[in-house]
Structure formats: C-alpha cells, structure tokens
C-alpha cells in the first residue's frame, strides 16, 4: 500500500541566469515500512524533489511548476500551509545531511526535541520531556537525562545525528525522509547511523525515503532505488535489479565510478621492480597543541617513511591527526619534537630561509576546492603566480607554462581568464592540482583531494592524479578518510587514530589481512558494492565523543 | 570569563591615559583661558585666579599634579562655578541624562529590533523597503533637525505634548526621547535586519520548520536568538553614545543634563569640567562596550561555558 505517490511534480527555479528545472515530471512512491532510495549527484534534484512536499524550498525563486503528490489521502502540494505544518514533523519528519548546521546552536538539544510534542501532541513540557529522553537512550546516547539540557556543540557529529534522529522520530512519524544523513560523519559512525536507521524503520515499520549520493549506502537499506539526473528519474526499479542489471548508462557509470579493488595494475608496474629510496623519512615526531592544562596529542610518536615516486595512504577518521601530520611535513606547523628528513636534509631545525627554497620541492593541495582558491584570482593568475615567485618563468615566458599546465590537469585553453566562481567543484580541484604541480615539485601532500566531489568526479580528478604521479615522478604523501579511495590509489598506507599510527604496510596487505582492531573496524565499515563477509559493526566504540571540552 | 574581565579592565588603563592626555593638551592649546571674558579682568585679580588653580605653573606640572588628584578620585573644581567641584555638577546633571538615555535606548531596540525583524521575513518586499527607507531617513536626519520638525507637529501644530522641558508637565519626557532615539532606532534597524536575514538562511531553521513549528515560532525562538547579536553588540556603545550625544537634544527642549554641562564648558574653557566630562564619558563607553562584549559572550552557548580564552569584540566598528 503506497503511503506517498507522487505524480509529475516539477519545481523550477526562475534565477537571474534563467529558468533552471530543479526537479522535471517526477513520479514515485513510498509504501508503508519500506524504503525508497533517490540517488544522484549534488545538483540532481533530489533534496529538492523531497524539500518540496513539505513546502520547503525557497518561493521565490523556487516554484512548484506542477504535480500531485498524496499522502495519506491529502495532496501536499495544494494543502494550505496552516494544515502542512500539522503534517511536519508530525507525519513527516526529516533528518538532514549536516547534523553541525541543522540543530539549532542556541538552543539546548532537549529544547530542540520536545518541540514537536507540545506544538502536535499537545504534551505538557514534563511529559515530554520523559519521553525525549526514553527516545534519546533508544538512540544510543548515553546519560540522556543528564546530556538533555546540554548545547549541540557539546556533542560529536555522530551523537548530533542520533540527536537528529530523536528528533525525527519523538512525533511517532510515519514517513521518514533522511536527506544524507551520513553524508557527513565519519566512515565507523556511518555505518553505526546507517543501522540505527535501518533498524528504527523496520521496528516503527516506517517509509522512508533516503537521499543518498553514495550507491553504496544505499544498497543494505533500500527496498527500491530511484536513479536521478538532471531532475528527472533516469531508473527506477527494486535494488537488486539496480545493481545486478543496470539499464540506464547514467546508473552503470555511477557504479563504475565508486572505488573498488585495488590500484590498477598498469601504475603497479614500477611497484614491483625495487623498493625505491626513501624521499621522506620521519623518526618519533610528536605535534602537540594546547596549553599547560590540555594537551592535544594531535601527532603522537609517529615514524614512517615515504619512499621516492611511491604514493603512502594516511588514513583515519576525523580527529586522527592525519592533517596535522602533512602539515607538520611541510613545516606548516613547528612539531613539538622528533625528526623529518626530506631528502637528507632535516626540516626541523632548518632556517626559514632555507626552508623557503625546499618549499618549492612540497607542495599541497587542500580539500575543499572552494575555500583554497583565492576568488578574485583568474586561473591564470593562480597558476603564474608560484611560476613567477619561484623564478621559473618571467613574464614573457610565463603563459606557454600556463597554458601547459593547464593541458596537465585536463583545462581548457580557453578557461584561462576565468574566475574560480565560474568551475564546477572538480574544474576548481584541476586548478589547484595545477598550482601545486606549477612548480615541478617533488613531493605533494594531498589533504583529502576528493572528499568534497561527487563520486564520478572523484573518479576522474583520481585518474589525474594518478597520471600526474606517474608523469611528474612525483611522490605523494594522500591523506583520506576513504579507505575505497586509497586503495585505489596508494600503494602502501599508514592507518591513524587518535594521533597515533596503529598499522602501517603495503596496501593489498593491510586489506586482505588487517592486523590492529581498529583497521578491522574501519574496514568492516565501508559500506561496499560486493557482499563481503558480514559485517560486526562494532555499536557503541569511538561515537562516544564528548566534545564539552573544545 | 573573569579573566577575560580582567582583561579588559587592565586594557582600559592606557586608552583612558591617552584620553586623559590628549584632552589634557588640546584644551590648554585652544586660545583662550578660563578667565578671558569680555570685561577685562583686573591682572593682580587674574594673578591671584591663576595661582588659586596652579595655572601659574608649567603645563607638564599642571599635567601630573592632575593625573595624581584624578588617581584619588578628585575631578578638581570647576572653574567657572566657584566652590562647585567637577563630580559635583556631573552627578546633578548625570541622573537626567540617563534617564533620558535609558528611554532613547529603549525606544531604539524596541522598536528599532521590531522593524528590523519585519523586514527581514520578507527581503526585498514592500514590507521591507518602507521600514528600511524609514530607518534610512532616520539616520540621514540629525537631531538638530529632526527635534524642531517634531516639536512644530506635534507640540504647536497638534497640540499633543509639550513643547520642551523635563519633568515638569506630564509627555514632555517623549519628544526629547524620541526625538533622541531616531538615529540609534534607524541603526539598529538595519542590524537586525542583517542578523536575522543572515540566521533564517541558516539550516536549522529549516530545521524548526521541517518540525511543523508555527512561523512565529521559528522566527521568534530559532531566529530571533542568533539574529540578535549584532543588535546586543551595539547596545553598549549605543547607550554610551547616547549619554554623551544628548547634548543636541538637551539643548533644542531645555533639559539640564549633563550635555550641556559639557557644551558650555567647552566654551567657558572650563578646563576641569571638560577634562572631567570627558574622562567620564570615556569610561562610560568602555563599560559599556565590556558589558556588550559579556552579553554577546552569555547569549553564544559555546562562549558561556568557556573559562578562559579571548571573546571577539564585534561591537566596536
């Protein structure tokens, strides 16, 4: 029995560059305890299709072009707002992507979570505070009573999800929309989130209707998958089917594109042969933060060593110090002790002078391509700039090196003037490739270069850094919390946590015979595409994070 | 937070010697004296003045001998009100002053949080340009202006309240109020505007309204918390600006607060008064500002907590 049908629903959006079609003559449904997937990338469509049955996308510039969508025998889409909002949170509840931006920071988590009761229920405060805090241990969090009054900053992102979803759930919905809820949290917590969820929609016998970029999140808890692109639903079909006989292009490259097995065998060429010389070696450092009174231990007694042309995975959770770690490479934060030697030379106790001509060696490339590139700078800008400061290149000579760079990392010719606001999120990472290769350099350090991409651009600015490694000789410190992702990529990796390095060895090794627990855990909790051994999710480890003491 | 307090309190030192300093010259570098008047004084009479108040002797000693008395707490005496000392007339006019301040600042957060908010529910609308174009008139006006129009309507014209004076007949407290409000009102306006509009695009309000929560709600509860700061942040400042701007509207409705000590000291070349006042005045805004900075502190919950470390100051633009 389909709980939600939704028939031809179209929202456009009518923007001073033109009309775009968020969303272009949907129709699914829900049934009653079982879950609909929407997969897409960011921009498909997706968030908003769903944002939209409840009234809240943007008016203007949003605008329901047109569509049904019932629910229960009410349509959505033509019910007064008065009467809509008796469905949210009552009827339909939502968890969101970003459980750091979607709780209200000013306000106590307990506050926040007996809403819904006493605007739907009518509940007395006391009352419903009983009952948020049954809902919150049922969640998994600890002390409830004692944690009701406290803010959302003083809890971790995994714990502001379960908060999320105490919140979700205190009205007795009876359909669930969670827009990526897991989109955000770390690998372990995910997989922890993800069967909270599953299980609170088969024990409530929900509908659900999960918003996911990741085919791979999906696939344990979908009933049915909805493939979209461009606003419209390019597949749809039970999600067997989806991943066993793909009809759409569009779904079989999706699956193409999520990592899986191990790095390919043309760049292991050179793997094979010898162990090179070490380019990196590093004894005991140790990069401590904080005062007198809190130390953060943020690189604990570490000692690795990156051999010459190789690529070293550092993998680990939010928090692990793997950051901390490339950044104490390159000398971009002073180590409390222990040695770095690049190439011979110790980094440590250098001079800033002399440092300042091993930087051209190092270089990095940063995460979130939005906030590393300077917005008022054009692409040619950007990449002159470390050319003509390191003296590679005068200004006469310095734009056939551009436009060369720009062949490198896959730009067109003709982007040179343009700003970074005018790049899709893949486009601006190319762009800072090309600034950390301007140099010639020897040695990058890659801060999660993929993480904020979708995962076919992922695949792709993947395959140009592996091009690029191979090409330059280049040797790669890949610092990722993806473990699908170094493999694909690395040849050996380091695991951290909590700033200490707990395993370390080739990749193929480390993947077929995981030796330290907290390697096993991390790999028991990728969500994978093949069905692997099952898996022991390990429930209430490493999400207990208390975060009152920032 | 009591160090950071401290703090303050120890930064404050410098800033008010600096003050102290650069007032303490600039009024002994304007022409003129306190005992210049018109009719000429006799000059064994102005002798006898001068060394009655030390100014016989080199300025650098009049100087320390002044930061010594003032380290004791003692503004001297007034040179133009024999026998009166400085703190004595800034304490007779101060009460006045504030009253007048508190019922500006009042009427300006009130209403002025009020307008800001309504424009913010519905950005680039009717129901935003006109309190918007309002407030923007209001701080184009200065008072000088703006005082004598409201008096004209509302005094003469309408008949509805006194024309001028304090206390003496019932609503002639509300145009010199009003009339003082106007431009803080206009400001603080715009910066809620700018706070709520900035707060209701942030996620968790959509998260308030996926909860099916009444828009007054959203707006009153989740918003208006975080869209506040600004305006908390102004509110020293604002209500240190307000006790020693009032000279205007003091002057235009005849009120006798500590503004027109101020005016008429400056004119006197009262060199006490003016150092006193000014003293005065600059530490009142630097309480203020500190008691702004704790407010915006109290109202973030992950400042609240927070024993020690640095509070941002936004307010001080």
């Known amino acids: 029995m389909s709980l939600l049908q939704v028939n031809n629903l179209s929202v456009w959006f009518y923007t001073r560059n033109g009309v775009v079609k968020a969303v272009n003559d949907l129709s699914f449904s829900v049934n009653v305890g079982q879950t609909l997937a929407i997969v897409g990338e960011s921009g498909s469509g997706k968030s908003v299709c769903c944002y939209s049955l409840l009234g809240l996308i943007p008016c203007p510039p949003g605008r329901i072009e047109s569509g049904t969508a019932d629910f229960d025998g009410q349509d959505l889409l033509s019910l007064p707002i008065k009467q809509l909002r008796q469905i949210r949170g009552q009827h339909i509840a939502t968890i969101f992507q970003d459980p750091m931006t979607c709780l209200n920071p000013y306000l106590s988590i307990g506050e926040q979570l007996i809403e819904p009761l006493i605007y739907h229920k009518n509940c007395s405060r006391h009352e419903a505070r009983d009952r948020a805090i049954a809902l919150l241990e049922e969640v998994g969090i600890q002390q409830a009573r004692g944690r009701f009054n406290n803010y959302p900053h003083q809890f971790s992102g995994g714990m502001r999800q379960r908060v999320m979803i105490a919140m979700a759930l205190i009205a007795e919905p009876r359909l669930l929309i969670a827009d990526e809820p897991t989109t955000a949290l770390d690998v372990t917590i995910q997989a922890q989130i993800l069967e909270l969820i599953a299980e609170i929609q088969r024990k409530r016998n929900l509908a659900m209707i999960f918003i996911s970029h990741d085919l791979a999140v999906v696939k344990d808890i979908a009933d049915h998958i909805a493939v979209m692109k461009d606003g419209e639903i390019v597949e749809t079909g039970p999600t067997k089917s989806i991943f066993d006989a793909p009809q759409h292009h569009y779904t079989r490259e999706l699956l193409a594109a999520i990592p899986s097995g191990s790095k390919p065998e043309s760049s292991t060429v050179s793997n094979t042969v010898t162990s090179n010389p070490p380019l990196i070696e590093i004894e005991h450092l140790n990069t401590w933060f904080g005062g007198k009174n809190a130390i953060v231990k943020a690189v604990d007694d570490i000692s690795l060593s990156v051999e010459r042309g190789k690529i070293l995975g550092v993998v680990g959770e939010s928090g692990s110090g793997k950051s901390t770690l490339g950044r104490s490479i390159l000398q971009l934060v002073r180590p409390s002790s222990g040695e770095i030697r690049y190439d011979n030379i110790e980094l440590t106790t250098l001079k800033p002078r002399a440092l300042k001509t091993l930087r051209r060696r190092m270089q990095m490339i940063f995460q979130d391509p939005y906030a590393s590139l300077n917005p008022r700078m054009s692409v040619f800008d950007t990449l002159a700039e470390p050319l003509l400061y390191h003296g590679l290149a005068t200004r006469k000579t310095v734009t056939p090196q551009v436009l060369e760079l720009m062949d490198d990392v896959g730009l067109a010719h003709s982007a040179i003037k343009k700003y970074p606001h005018e790049f899709s999120g893949g486009q601006r990472q190319r762009i800072a490739i090309g600034r950390a290769i301007a140099v010639k350099p020897e040695f990058i350090v890659a801060d999660e270069p993929v993480s904020a991409l979708d995962v076919t651009i992922q695949k792709q600015i993947l395959e140009l850094i592996e091009n690029l490694v191979e090409k330059h000789q280049l040797t790669m410190l890949f610092i990722s919390h993806d473990l699908s992702v170094v493999r694909y990529l690395c040849d050996r990796i380091v695991v951290m946590h909590k700033g200490r390095l707990v395993e370390q060895g080739d990749t193929e090794t480390i993947w077929a015979n995981p030796q330290d627990a907290y390697t096993q855990q991390l790999l028991s909790a990728i969500p994978s595409l093949q069905d692997q051994q099952p898996r022991s999710r390990h429930h209430e480890t490493g999400d207990s994070g208390n975060r009152s003491s920032e | ?317």
């Open chain 2, 1 to 317: 937070m009591g160090r950071f307090i401290l703090n303050r309190l120890l930064q404050a030192i410098p800033v008010l010697l600096v003050v102290i300093t650069v007032t303490f010259f600039l009024v002994r570098l304007a022409p003129g004296g306190p005992f210049s008047a018109e009719k000429a004084v006799p000059p064994e009479v102005l002798k006898a003045l001068e060394i009655k108040y030390q100014l016989d002797q080199p300025v650098i000693m009049q100087y320390f001998s002044y930061l010594g008395d003032l380290l004791q707490g003692d503004f001297g005496p007034s040179f133009k009100y024999p026998g009166r000392s400085v703190s004595e007339l800034i304490f007779s006019g101060l009460p006045t002053t504030a009253e007048l301040g508190i019922y500006a600042l009042l009427i300006s957060m009130l209403l002025g949080t009020a307008a800001g908010v309504v424009a913010a529910l519905k950005p680039n609308s009717a129901q935003d340009y006109i309190p918007m174009s309002t407030a923007m008139i209001g701080i184009c006006l200065p008072s000088f202006l703006l005082g004598p129009v409201l008096m004209l309507i509302f005094g003469i014209g309408l008949e509805w309240v006194p024309v001028s004076g304090w206390g003496n007949i019932p609503g002639d407290k509300i145009l010199p109020a009003l009339t003082l409000a106007s431009g803080y009102t206009a400001y603080v306006a715009r910066l809620s505007r700018g706070g709520m509009l900035e707060v209701m695009s942030q996620d968790y309000i959509r998260t308030a309204r996926a909860k099916g929560l009444p828009e007054w709600v959203v707006v009153l509860k989740h918003g208006l918390r975080g869209g506040i700061i600004p305006v908390v942040a102004f509110a020293g400042p604002a209500f240190a600006g307000l006790l020693s701007g009032s000279f205007v509207v003091e002057t235009i409705f005849q009120i006798p607060g500590l503004g027109r000590f101020y005016v008429q000291a400056a004119f006197n070349r009262d060199y006490t008064v003016i150092m006193g006042t000014t003293v005065f005045f600059a530490t009142l805004i630097i309480v203020f500002n500190l008691l702004s900075d704790i407010a915006v502190a109290w109202l973030n919950p992950k400042l609240r907590g927070r024993q020690q470390g640095s509070i941002q100051s936004g307010a001080n633009e």
